[in-house]
């Protein structure tokens, strides 16, 4: 685990306690059998938000507590233990860097400190179509009057349904595939023209499709620089893919050592399954792989908050490596615990889904590894 | 009958079009079986029609004696009404684990008066059957099993649950093994065949991650078997049973066969990542796992065909067979895996028109997939069959 100072250690051990006694895997499957639209329990989000997480890299002037980017991971990664369904990626981590990374003090003082205080809720308007590819922008923002006119479809928006307001990537020159023409806005969701859509995904969590349909915005809803937004929302996309990474660790910890603790109680032949060697090494192997991708978790949450220009390689590494680990580990979670990994009962189900949703969001690992090699220049 | 020969292959081939041409309702074409679906519901004329017809002709099990009402065919016969099954879009209503496993072992092992009550049943599709083997403390290891089954002078008292009991709930009968003497293990163990319609049968459907509830748990209080549905000797049953569980694993490992259902990944992968300027699958990542799984699959089929001529030329089964059932499950594991991989954020959903079906068969395929590699001796019991049983390696455990 990486050096803590006594902020993150004290934020690190709040989550934890409160995750363990406010938020436990029960309280996700008591979400997910009501059914509730948002995806996510919102008397738990307000008291998160009052324990100030959401505001942990909002500068001060705005709410928030600048605790930085490993801060925000340590309580994702918590979450990610018990797997607490939130907006702090999406809201206080996605939609908060955008607007402190690109924003005007105008955007910033109009929509931080509600984020930061939780009132408002921010999300990520990015992908479009199936697989995660932020260049491939479609969405037309064309010149109206003073400002723009947006039309066209964002898909797979984490808390789209919740959202207060959306950071939208949309297409003001060129062609989809190109990285310049590319401009971010921020649109309040309740915009006219706007419709939201609901999806009913596997892992139980808040996901919408979400409609523009001629959605008039001034030119002050520009964030950054009109046809210059890619490099911008490069950046927001790496802060989020390093934040869900960091939940990825957490829930795979959590999958494995629950894992763990049925190998030493489970008997078959007289003897506890633990006991058996073709599981030892299997176990063995995945705690090796989770300090593995610890360490390239953290990694690129440090160098996010030292603003080191490795960043978009550390986060590419730290993803496909975290998406890898957490994906066989969810596997050996039902495959290790037999019939009853197999019933819905059980956690490990939960486990299972939640990685492929999050293996799937803001790129795959075949998308880093892709992405890295570039990055290298090979 | 006698194995026809090539022409007589054609012959045997004319005839089955003819009689599925006459026999099959236009209207069930290309639809799916309603056996393979859980959640049963009264099917229609056609479909009652359909089974019907199959039954009388013995030709859902074409390959069983024909004095049993079986279709008395050869294994090459058999294929032949296969393909042309397959070819008039016509699904087999004969299935379940009467035909899949419990049949061929009673075939084997039961008595002249067992088989003519049970079998006709099974090959017309009239009674199901459930397989009550696995109990909360006996799953890999079997025969740990402890529902107690007393002597009660005329008929045989059973007292205990099983747990994971495939289609239970609509089971009609139950094939289960049951401890006849606690001082042995292995040896104090029996087969016996009962109905689940009687008062002392208790089933509870467990809902699975897939969503569906395909399984039971089973409770037997005071549950009533005949003495003349023990199969095998008293304390003879795990013989029995583990040949049982052979023909399951058979059933399971694919057999060669079943890998055709949906659209080919290649076809998917073009569909969802796109091409390259050379027609080539946009995501070079994805491009050379697809490959590398085509490869293993190929691989499997081609040994599904190796096993089968083998153990026709030779006397004994092949050695190849007793890889299948992990190869083949692990393969169709990765291929439901990277199918969810393909598909993206779509390949995430559960429900609602945002999917299609192809797309949410996927995910729900994904998850009940997961069984394949734990039901019907998981890999880690297969694994340690083949080390122990083929490679003869040593067993370093203290027996319990
Ligand atoms: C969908 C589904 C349908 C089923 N249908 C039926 C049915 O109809 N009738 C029926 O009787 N049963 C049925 N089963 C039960 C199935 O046969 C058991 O789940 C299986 O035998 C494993 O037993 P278990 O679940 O108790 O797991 P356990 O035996 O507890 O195994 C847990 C883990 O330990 C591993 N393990 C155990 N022993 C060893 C060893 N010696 N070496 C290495 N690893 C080991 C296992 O491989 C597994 O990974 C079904 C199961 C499923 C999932
Ligand atoms: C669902 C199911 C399907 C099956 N299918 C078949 C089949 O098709 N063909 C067949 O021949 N058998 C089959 N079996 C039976 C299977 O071989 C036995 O249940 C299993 O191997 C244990 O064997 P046994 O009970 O006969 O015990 P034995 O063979 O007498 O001994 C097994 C011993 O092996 C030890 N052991 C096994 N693995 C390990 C390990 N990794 N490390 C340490 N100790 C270990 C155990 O401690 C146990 O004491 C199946 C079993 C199940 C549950």
Same mark, same amino acid.
């Given at each position: 685990m990486a050096v803590l100072n006594e902020e993150q250690s004290m934020l690190r051990d709040a989550a934890k306690s409160w995750t363990q006694e406010k938020s436990p895997v029960t309280a996700f499957r008591k979400m997910r059998d009501s059914g509730v639209e948002v995806g996510f329990d919102a008397a738990a989000w307000t008291e998160m938000a009052e324990m100030g997480w959401a505001g942990v890299i909002i500068p001060e002037e705005f709410g928030g507590s600048d605790f930085g980017y490993l801060s925000m991971g340590l309580i994702l990664e918590e979450l990610g233990r018990t797997l607490t369904a939130s907006p702090l990626l999406a809201s206080g981590l996605g939609a908060a860097s955008a607007l402190v990374l690109g924003g005007t003090s105008a955007q910033k003082s109009e929509w931080l400190p509600k984020i930061a205080e939780g009132t408002a809720i921010g999300a990520l308007a990015v992908d479009e179509g199936a697989h995660h590819a932020p260049e491939k922008v479609a969405l037309a923002a064309t010149k109206s009057g003073a400002g723009y006119s947006l039309s066209g479809t964002k898909t797979f928006v984490l808390e789209g349904l919740a959202a207060n307001v959306l950071i939208v990537s949309a297409r003001t020159s060129g062609k989809p595939g190109d990285k310049d023409g590319i401009t971010l806005f921020v649109v309040p969701a309740d915009a006219k023209g706007i419709s939201r859509k609901r999806l009913a995904l596997a892992d139980s969590r808040g996901g919408a499709n979400i409609t523009f349909d001629k959605v008039e915005v001034g030119a002050d809803a520009v964030l950054g620089e009109a046809d210059k937004g890619y490099p911008v929302l490069e950046k927001v996309l790496d802060r989020a893919r390093a934040g869900i990474s960091a939940e990825m660790l957490g829930a795979a910890v959590q999958a494995f050592e629950t894992t763990l603790d049925y190998l030493k109680v489970r008997v078959q032949f007289g003897q506890v399954?633990?006991?058996f060697q073709a599981l030892q090494h299997r176990a063995a192997k995945m705690f090796t792989d989770l300090e593995l991708a610890r360490s390239a978790v953290e990694a690129a949450l440090t160098a996010i908050d030292n603003d080191s220009p490795d960043v978009p390689e550390l986060v590419s590494l730290a993803k496909a490596k975290m998406g890898d680990v957490f994906h066989v580990v969810s596997n050996e979670m039902v495959q290790m615990h037999g019939g009853i990994g197999m019933t819905d009962a059980h956690d490990a189900g939960f486990y299972l889904k939640r990685a492929r949703a999050c293996e799937a969001a803001y790129g795959s690992q075949s998308y880093h590894r892709d992405r890295y090699a570039r990055i290298q220049g090979y | 009958m006698a194995d026809f020969g090539g022409s007589d292959l054609e012959a045997l081939r004319s005839e089955a079009r003819a009689w599925i041409e006459a026999?099959? +309702?236009? =209207?069930?074409?290309? %639809? +799916?079986? @309603?056996?393979? %679906? =859980?959640?049963?519901?009264? +099917?229609?004329a056609a479909q009652e029609a359909w089974r019907k017809a199959m039954g009388d002709k013995g030709w859902g099990v074409p390959t069983w004696p024909a004095q049993y009402g079986g279709g008395g065919l050869s294994a090459s016969e058999g294929r032949v009404i296969q393909q042309e099954l397959g070819r008039a879009g016509a699904y087999n209503p004969i299935g379940g684990m009467g035909v899949m496993m419990f049949g061929p072992t009673l075939l084997e092992y039961g008595t002249e008066a067992q088989k003519q009550e049970h079998i006709p049943k099974i090959v017309k599709g009239e009674v199901q059957w459930c397989q009550g083997f696995s109990e909360p403390g006996a799953g890999s290891d079997l025969a740990a099993l402890s529902t107690k089954c007393e002597d009660k002078g005329d008929h045989f008292q059973i007292n205990g649950q099983k747990i994971w009991t495939s289609g239970a709930q609509f089971a009609d009968w139950c094939f289960c093994l049951v401890r006849t003497d606690t001082s042995k293990k292995h040896e104090g163990i029996s087969f016996v065949l009962f109905t689940m319609?009687? @008062?002392?049968v208790e089933v509870r459907p467990i809902p699975l991650i897939a969503g569906n509830s395909p399984f039971c748990e089973t409770f037997f209080t005071d549950a009533r078997a005949e003495k003349k549905d023990l199969v095998g000797p008293l304390n003879g049953g795990w013989t029995i049973a583990k040949r049982l569980l052979q023909h399951e694993r058979g059933g399971l490992s694919g057999g060669g066969g079943g890998?055709?259902?949906? %659209?080919g990944l290649v076809e998917l992968a073009k569909h969802y990542v796109g091409v390259d300027d050379q027609g080539r699958i946009a995501d070079p990542d994805l491009r050379t796992r697809i490959t590398a799984l085509e490869i293993e699959g190929r691989s499997f089929q081609q040994t599904a065909v190796r096993a089968m001529l083998e153990s026709k030329g030779n006397s004994g089964p092949s050695a190849a067979t007793s890889i299948m059932k992990n190869a083949g499950t692990q393969w169709m594991q990765a291929r439901h895996e990277i199918t969810l991989e393909i598909m993206g954020h779509q390949g995430l959903g559960w429900e609602g028109e945002d999917f299609t079906a192809e797309e949410l068969g996927a995910v729900r395929g994904w998850l009940g997939g997961k069984a394949f590699t734990i039901y019907g001796g998981s890999q880690e019991v297969q694994s340690n069959i083949i080390s122990k049983r083929i490679l003869g390696l040593p067993d370093l455990t203290q027996h319990t």
């Open positions: 399954i633990g006991s | 026999n099959f +309702p236009a =209207e069930l074409k290309g %639809r +799916p079986n @309603p056996m393979m %679906r =859980e959640e049963r519901s009264t +099917p229609s319609h009687q @008062p002392g890998f055709g259902g949906g %659209r």
